[in-house]
């Protein structure tokens, strides 16, 4: 499971909202072996009087949420990571400067999904990539 949530100032972002959900898409289903048919993406289009970043960034800053099972190694969620900073850079010109990533990763017990805890559900696909 894997839900991911996108901010942005709403003028830069609501533009390139399709985009941004298929190259992220795309890269989790490489660098974590996901299913095609699983997307969860949630975007918050933000106004400039309330999304404050610092000195540095531009107005194509982007903070990418993921939140994901616990089980994927070190090594598949860095190479999520760098596909992300170079698929925004290549596909949308957005800077790895103006790109920020966390994956925060919780026991499938936190999780409730179709009626059942997390770690109940009879998954088709390998968290433990």
Same mark, same amino acid.
């Given at each position: 499971m894997a839900q991911v949530k996108i901010f942005g100032l709403k003028e830069n972002l609501n533009p390139i909202k399709e985009r941004v959900s298929d190259i992220i898409h795309l890269c989790?289903? %490489?660098a974590f072996k996901f299913p095609m048919d699983k997307r969860f993406h949630?975007?918050?289009p933000m106004a400039k009087e309330d999304?404050?970043?610092a000195a540095g960034r531009t107005e194509a800053y982007t903070i990418i949420e993921i939140s994901i099972f616990e089980g994927r190694s070190?090594?598949?969620k860095k190479q999520l990571i760098?596909?992300?900073?170079?698929?925004?850079h290549n596909k949308l010109n957005i800077t790895?400067?103006?790109? %920020?990533?966390?994956?925060f990763e919780t026991p499938k017990s936190n999780w409730g999904i179709r009626g059942y805890p997390g770690d109940e559900l009879?998954?088709?696909?390998?968290v433990n990539v």
């Open positions: 989790v289903v %490489e949630r975007f918050f999304f404050y970043y070190v090594d598949s760098r596909m992300l900073f170079e698929n925004f790895a400067q103006d790109l %920020e990533i966390t994956i009879q998954l088709n696909y390998n």
